[in-house]
């Protein structure tokens, strides 16, 4: 089936331990987004990759981020974690940002735990 | 600023009918999005609303009144899975999908 897989599902990391989560798609979609995801709250979108194209958010701390060495792949990066980056990370993927009806597509998300 | 309003939680009994209304205010609009997302998993696409009126897909149907703003999802013959968090998301002028919290649905039998 064509999907969106993360790995690991959770991930435990020591403070200030640089870690990598890793985001791959079988959907051959053109475009893939990282969010940070806090219990109770709206998945907060940190980039996107349309295609090669890497695209910031403004308000994303230069302590996360992200490759796309291929259509398939995607990693984000967090160099230094902190105790407030423990969230839940979303990978979602989309045919075309700009499309009608084009939804996203989410992969289970990875647990990120700092201690 | 951009804002989606959503009430922060729920409850309803298995079986009948819930309305959760949002309501939103964004740099344009292209397109209203309802996800489900249960308690420690990824949202799943549930309904998609670009011009005002009702959509209807099984149990679920998603409303949308562009000229004020608002969506509601609602959702009929309630079952005990249905229990989940329930995020509205609005594509703006950008094509930049703005999320709300979500709103949390508790099921009593």
């Known amino acids: 089936d064509a999907m969106v897989i993360q790995n690991p599902r959770y991930q435990v990391t020591q403070f200030g331990k640089p870690v990598t989560l890793s985001c791959s798609q079988t959907?051959?979609?053109?475009?893939m987004y990282w969010y940070q995801q806090k219990s109770s709250q709206a998945p907060k979108l940190l980039f996107h990759y349309y295609d090669k194209d890497f695209n910031n958010e403004a308000d994303t701390p230069d302590n996360f981020q992200s490759r796309r060495p291929n259509t398939s792949f995607c990693f984000l990066d967090i160099r230094s974690p902190g105790l407030g980056d423990a969230a839940m990370y979303l990978c979602a993927t989309s045919r075309d940002r700009r499309g009608g009806q084009e939804t996203q597509y989410f992969g289970p998300g990875t647990r990120l735990l700092v201690l | 600023g951009q804002n989606i309003d959503q009430p922060t939680e729920m409850t309803a009994t298995e079986g009948a009918i819930v309305q959760i209304n949002c309501t939103y205010q964004t740099s344009g609009f292209n397109g209203l999005f309802w996800y489900q997302q249960h308690a420690g998993e990824a949202p799943t696409f549930l309904s998609y609303n670009v011009l005002d009126g009702l959509e209807e897909k099984g149990r679920f149907s998603s409303f949308l009144s562009r000229s004020k703003g608002y969506s509601y999802l609602l959702l009929k013959e309630l079952q005990m899975k249905d229990s989940a968090s329930y995020l509205c998301?609005?594509?703006?002028?950008?094509?930049?999908?703005?999320w709300g919290a979500g709103t949390k649905l508790i099921i009593k039998p």
């Open positions: 998301a609005v594509r703006d002028s950008n094509y930049q999908l703005i």
């Open positions: 959907l051959n979609h053109n475009v």
